[in-house]
Nanobody, 117 residues
């Protein structure tokens, strides 16, 4: 019921920053839990950060203190501010949404983040 489109990925040097944005359409974000996941070559998809409909965030240990997830339900967006990027952050980043009380997952198409010197 909601379509997700990510943007903001690209190539950045170690220590640099990127801001990813996910725009939703077809349904308001108001009653959705939202999140960012990533998948690196040869590895399974992993949680990066999630934020519930009340605005409470949770982060993977590997990104705590460096990444910040935020949501703006008036704009139907969820962003991921990534600071002090490391080569191990290189992955395809996916936006995720799940309606409250539902087990149905919505995924964006993914955006590539490459951290390299």
């Amino acid at each position: 019921q909601v379509q997700l489109v990510e943007s903001g990925g690209g190539l950045v040097q170690p220590g640099g920053s990127l801001r990813l944005s996910c725009a939703g359409s077809g349904s308001t974000f108001s009653r959705y839990g939202l999140g960012w996941y990533r998948q690196a070559p040869g590895k399974q998809r992993e949680l990066v950060a999630i934020i519930d409909y009340g605005g409470s965030p949770n982060y993977a240990d590997s990104v705590k203190g460096r990444f910040t997830i935020s949501r703006d339900d008036t704009k139907n967006t969820v962003d991921l501010q990534m600071n002090n990027l490391k080569p191990e952050d290189t992955a395809v980043y996916y936006c995720h949404a799940r309606y409250i009380g539902s087990l149905y997952d919505h995924w964006g198409q993914g955006t590539q983040v490459t951290v390299s010197s």
